[in-house]
């Protein structure tokens, strides 16, 4: 694959009845964080263009940038934030309501990062494998005791893991569905992987919230699909696996969970009050309409101009800001609205991967956490507004020392 592909039809239903609504700029990869001595180089930037499938619906990406320059060495991990860490135990908790697990019972996360997920299948006593193509990630998962399969999901890939280890009770994806381009291939990965009575989990954020809450910002590289309940479940007709039950969380500025079986098991019953209620919640929010999206489009651009010219009246007062999360999203919000070290001093962050470097396209640098404490910034704009909880609690002193948070999703505000 070269670097970049444009794609011409529906990952799902293959129509070429495309409508191109929302063009954030030609950015950087959102996590292609930069070591100091190669700021001068130049950094390859490709087009974030976002598209709706007029006939199933599903909002994509125009262009593929290639994963393996996406993901082979990749800095973000779980477990810098408390949030998701505790909504990791609770995944763990219901995945063990929705299926019996045992001591015999192997569960497969794709996509497993560090192993933070796997920990809490662990601690019940389950055997666990991970699969992630981020070489640096691999290492420190096996530090972590989670054994984890280098590479990307395939159908070889899955062969291969039921032959060395066996087939999984339970398979899960936690933001990562998104990330998979041939998605036919992806679902039959999974067949291959579950056992008879096996379940599929997978978790990402709702297009329904996104949409909503203005979450632009969400829409970047990795993410190749924004996925409707609709959308999923026309996928799912060319597979051997369905769609049984569906629930909706507050992770990520909302989140779905979409649960699978294989189609042959019939010992799970469909939950087909759930289903219906959210394609309802879909067709009365008018998802599969264009018109949501031209709207949403106008509104991004709006928010934009809001953001850049209070900021600008922040700096004219001398205000010093300070950027809190290096998130990918955040480096998406920082290229588009081309803030950079004009605005912006700093990044803190307290992923340690992440410190000492540089921020995509902008360059902006990045900090611990602690070094707001010494410089006493006027502003923290909360780039990881989806732990804008987590982090006010977290800082609370600074708030007490006068300093003042902003947010920019779902509108410019300070708080
Ligand atoms: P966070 C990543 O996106 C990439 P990002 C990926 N594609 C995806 O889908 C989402 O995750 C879910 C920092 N932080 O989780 C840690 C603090 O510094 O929103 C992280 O760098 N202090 C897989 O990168 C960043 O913010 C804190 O107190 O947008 C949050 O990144 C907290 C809570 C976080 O994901």
């Known amino acids: 694959m070269s670097s970049v592909v444009k794609i011409k039809?529906?990952?799902?239903?293959?129509?070429?009845?495309?409508?191109?609504?929302?063009?954030?700029?030609?950015?950087?990869?959102?996590?292609?964080?930069?070591?100091?001595?190669?700021?001068?180089k130049k950094e390859k930037k490709y087009p974030l263009t976002v598209t709706f499938c007029k006939d199933c619906s599903l909002v994509q990406l125009r262009y593929i940038v290639n994963p393996k320059i996406m993901f082979q060495n990749y800095l973000y991990i779980p477990s810098s934030s408390k949030t998701r860490i505790e909504h990791f135990k609770n995944l763990a908790a219901t995945t063990s309501d929705h299926t019996k697990l045992n001591e015999k019972s192997l569960v497969i996360d794709i996509g497993s990062n560090d192993g933070s997920l796997l920990t809490f299948f662990k601690?019940?006593?389950?055997?666990?494998?991970?699969?992630?193509?981020?070489?640096?990630?691999?290492?420190?998962?096996?530090?972590?005791?989670?054994?984890?399969?280098?590479?990307?999901?395939?159908?070889?890939?899955?062969?291969?893991?039921?032959?060395?280890?066996?087939?999984?009770?339970?398979?899960?994806?936690?933001?990562?569905?998104?990330?998979i381009s041939d998605l036919k291939e992806f679902l039959k990965s999974l067949d291959i992987l579950l056992e008879e009575k096996g379940i599929f989990i997978a978790q990402f954020p709702y297009i329904v919230d996104l949409i909503k809450k203005n979450?632009?910002?969400?829409?970047?590289?990795?993410?190749?699909?924004?996925?409707?309940?609709?959308?999923?479940?026309?996928?799912?007709?060319?597979?051997n696996l369905e769609i049984y039950s569906v629930e909706r969380n507050d992770l990520d500025g909302g989140s779905i969970r979409v649960f699978w079986k294989k189609k042959s098991n019939n010992s799970i019953i469909r939950d087909d009050k759930k289903i219906n209620k959210l394609l309802q919640v879909e067709e009365?929010?008018?998802?599969?309409?264009?018109?949501?999206?031209?709207?949403?489009?106008?509104?991004?651009?709006?928010?934009?101009?809001?953001?850049?010219?209070?900021?600008?009246?922040?700096?004219?007062?001398?205000?010093?800001?300070?950027?809190?999360?290096?998130?990918?999203?955040?480096?998406?919000?920082?290229?588009?609205?081309?803030?950079?070290?004009?605005?912006?001093?700093?990044?803190?962050d307290s992923t340690p991967y992440k410190q000492g470097l540089y921020s995509?396209?902008?360059?902006?640098?990045?900090?611990?956490?602690?070094?707001?404490?010494?410089?006493?910034?006027?502003?923290?704009?909360?780039?990881?507004?989806?732990?804008?909880?987590?982090?006010m609690e977290k800082n609370r002193q600074f708030k007490k020392n006068g300093g003042k948070f902003i947010i920019s999703v779902p509108e410019f505000e300070i708080l």
């Open 123 to 179: 601690n019940l006593g389950c055997e666990v494998l991970g699969v992630d193509p981020a070489e640096n990630l691999v290492k420190v998962a096996e530090l972590n005791g989670i054994r984890t399969e280098q590479g990307y999901i395939s159908i070889p890939l899955a062969k291969k893991i039921v032959k060395k280890h066996k087939r999984a009770s339970a398979v899960l994806a936690t933001n990562v569905v998104a990330h």
């Open 215 to 239: 979450q632009f910002d969400t829409i970047y590289h990795e993410h190749l699909s924004y996925f409707s309940l609709k959308s999923l479940m026309k996928l799912s007709q060319h597979s």
């Open 284 to 348: 009365d929010y008018g998802l599969y309409q264009e018109k949501i999206y031209l709207k949403f489009s106008a509104t991004i651009k709006k928010i934009k101009k809001d953001t850049i010219k209070k900021i600008k009246e922040l700096k004219a007062k001398n205000k010093i800001i300070v950027g809190y999360g290096a998130a990918a999203k955040g480096n998406i919000m920082l290229n588009y609205f081309g803030i950079g070290t004009r605005h912006i001093d700093y990044l803190v």
């Open 360 to 391: 995509p396209g902008v360059h902006i640098p990045i900090y611990d956490e602690f070094r707001i404490y010494e410089d006493k910034p006027d502003y923290l704009l909360i780039l990881a507004w989806n732990f804008k909880k987590e982090i």
């Open 9 to 40: 039809k529906c990952r799902i239903c293959d129509s070429t009845n495309l409508l191109d609504f929302l063009f954030l700029g030609d950015i950087p990869i959102p996590n292609g964080f930069i070591n100091k001595k190669d700021l001068k």
